[in-house]
């Protein structure tokens, strides 16, 4: 009994239970693990992706194509200039042509457009001298109707005079003063008729003014006419220019598709040649094998010789090419692991570039990467040699045949920042 | 990338065998911070007790008034369950014998007794604290070794070994020793802690059944004067 009251007493007053010590320790941990879920996505920051960075591009391998493959290249592009050239100078003697037209349409319509010039002047110079003509004799015509009209009146007048002598004999003062009237009344005919001839002769003038005018509007409109022509002309031979650009930037389009077309059906080539390699690999053996059984069959030999022949000539042209996409196959390796390897310095540009020469020992390990050219920055070119050390050793020289080898053991690599985020 | 990796990812794609481990480890972490919890508290709690009670011990009341108002000894703690011990064996051997080493020893021996309680009560639970401490890096070490043995299998089995085939496994191998470390590393410092105040407590209480002891023997010294005269 007293065991058990001990017991219910402890659990009674018994310090602290265990209600809220579970709880606080389980709150802390979901506090725990909620910060961890939250927080640590924020914390790790992007990754930067490594791949696809860098452009480091094989430039030269100096020793390394096969010269065929060379002088065929060569021959190819002498005869993509030799087309370029022809298509250029017979676009230019096109343009030549017809700017010569041009040329002689435009004197021919320059002497067509003086000669209706000149004609144009004649007839409006014959056309003013018919209107002064006209209103010379107008003007006569008026006079002489005008002193008609004057003599009439004067001789009304004179009749009158006669009537009214009596009356003027009565009165002489008034007949006095009327003849002073009457020289006015003259003075101011006089006067009058001096005022039309003047005005006349102003009316031609301002005619002769006015016909100046057109002839000068339309010589404003003459040279109007050539500044526009020119213009025109001006115009076409821009025309004429862009459309040459035009032409040259298509025929270079038509030349990179041409080469893209023919860089993927070389790659395309490459993965059939190689699977193709180890067949052929294959099929060399066995015939080599043939060829020393055929050896000590002599009889046997001779009835194929010329088979024998054929077939070696066949083989040195497959291994010729095998060489060719071995090497292609192994530019790309190490463009790839160098361009892995490459750490590109944060303050390089992207017109910076640097060429690293690489020498490189029989089993593909390095002996050694010196620039021989220099971007100018010091920290670019130590990246440049470092990321060439870091992708060492390119193992990969091994699979080359012999040739290749030793073609490959010193090359070039041009190191270019492409795009960098 | 980052969805792959992340750690709860990593925890529910490992194996069976690492998040049973994972599991155990969490158990004992939210175990060990309930001990730690709970242990501060009493601790904390008997600390105030006793300074009240010594304050109250040595403001001059008389020893049969403290013991009649203090509760009855079930419920009784620290230096107060040693008081009352000691004044009760005393209270009962004082009219039954007339030796006074025989009232000491046996006053001495029930004190001794309800100290031992009282160092029972105070370092409960701390020797759990102490094995999660010692034992949950090894058992996150398990985890990792169990873990890395699942990568190379894997690796065994991949034609090409990458990075990306070898890494969620070491990851998850190493969330369990993190768990092991997350777990270990609080339990270390307070079982210390936590060790190191009870152990000071107890030393409190052996002081004050030394000196309880020390009081008892002069009086008794005093009776056996006084019987003698």
């Not at chain 1, 920051?45 to 096969?66: F, G, H, K, N, R």
Request: without cysteine; aromatic residues 4%.
């Amino acid at each position: 009994m007293a065991r058990q009251q001990r017991g219910v007493g402890r659990r009674r007053r018994g310090a602290v239970g265990y209600g809220l010590p579970t709880l606080l320790a389980i709150g802390l941990h979901v506090l725990i693990l909620v910060l961890s879920v939250i927080s640590l996505p924020q914390r790790q920051p992007d990754d930067p992706e490594t791949s696809s960075i860098v452009q480091a591009t094989l430039v030269s391998t100096e020793t390394a194509t096969d010269q065929a493959q060379r002088a065929e290249e060569a021959r190819s592009r002498a005869a993509e200039r030799q087309a370029e050239e022809q298509a250029q100078q017979q676009q230019e003697e096109e343009a030549r042509e017809q700017e010569e037209e041009r040329a002689r349409q435009a004197e021919e319509e320059s002497q067509a457009r003086e000669q209706a010039e000149r004609e144009a002047v004649e007839e409006q110079e014959r056309a003013a001298r018919e209107e002064e003509a006209r209103r010379l004799r107008e003007a006569r015509e008026a006079a002489e109707e005008e002193a008609q009209r004057r003599a009439e009146e004067a001789e009304r007048q004179a009749q009158l005079r006669q009537e009214q002598e009596a009356e003027r004999q009565r009165q002489q003062e008034a007949a006095a003063e009327a003849e002073r009237q009457r020289q006015l009344e003259e003075q101011r005919r006089a006067e009058e008729e001096a005022r039309r001839q003047q005005e006349a002769e102003e009316q031609r003038r301002r005619e002769e003014e006015e016909a100046r005018r057109q002839q000068e509007a339309e010589e404003q409109r003459r040279r109007e006419e050539e500044e526009a022509r020119r213009q025109q002309e001006a115009e076409e031979q821009r025309r004429r220019e862009e459309e040459e650009a035009r032409r040259q930037q298509e025929a270079e389009e038509q030349r990179r598709r041409e080469e893209e077309e023919a860089r993927r059906q070389q790659e395309a080539e490459e993965q059939r040649r190689r699977e193709e390699e180890e067949a052929r690999r294959q099929r060399e053996a066995e015939e080599q094998r043939r060829r020393e059984e055929e050896a000590r069959r002599a009889a046997e030999a001779a009835s194929q010789g010329l088979d024998r022949a054929i077939e070696g000539e066949s083989d040195a042209v497959a291994n010729a090419r095998q060489a060719q996409e071995a090497a292609n196959s192994f530019i790309n390796l190490v463009r790839r692991a160098v361009e892995q390897a490459w750490v590109i310095p944060p303050g390089a540009g992207n017109d910076m570039a640097a060429t690293v020469q690489v020498q490189l020992g029989p089993s593909g390990e390095l002996f050694g990467a010196t620039i021989t050219q220099s971007s100018g920055d010091g920290s670019f070119d130590r990246s440049a040699v470092q990321a060439v050390e870091a992708a060492a050793p390119f193992s990969e020289l091994r699979q080359l045949p012999a040739m290749a080898q030793r073609d490959f053991r010193q090359f070039n690599l041009r190191f270019t920042p492409g795009d960098v985020r | 990338m980052n969805d792959s990796m992340s750690i709860p990812h990593l925890i529910m794609s490992a194996s069976t065998m690492v998040q049973l481990v994972m599991l155990i480890l969490v158990i004992g972490s939210i175990l060990s911070w309930v001990v730690i919890f709970q242990r501060t508290f009493v601790l904390r709690r008997a600390r105030r007790a006793h300074q009240h009670f010594e304050e109250r011990f040595w403001s001059g009341v008389d020893l049969n008034e403290l013991y009649r108002e203090t509760p009855s000894e079930q419920e009784t703690q620290g230096a107060e369950h040693v008081f009352r011990a000691g004044f009760r064996e005393f209270n009962r051997l004082v009219p039954k014998t007339k030796s006074p080493d025989a009232i000491l020893d046996g006053v001495q021996r029930s004190m001794r007794v309800a100290w031992s309680r009282e160092e029972d009560r105070l370092t409960l639970h701390l020797v759990f604290l102490a094995t999660v401490a010692s034992a949950s890096p090894y058992i996150g070490l398990f985890g990792t070794v169990w873990g890395i043995m699942g990568s190379f299998q894997s690796l065994s089995m991949a034609q090409q070994a990458t990075l990306a085939t070898v890494a969620p496994w070491i990851a998850e191998a190493l969330i369990a020793t993190a768990m092991g470390l997350f777990a270990a590393i609080p339990a270390v410092i307070f079982y210390n802690r936590l060790s190191s105040e009870s152990g000071r407590l107890l030393g409190k209480y052996e002081d004050f059944a030394e000196e309880f002891h020390s009081i008892l023997h002069r009086n008794l010294q005093g009776r056996g004067e006084a019987v003698g005269a």
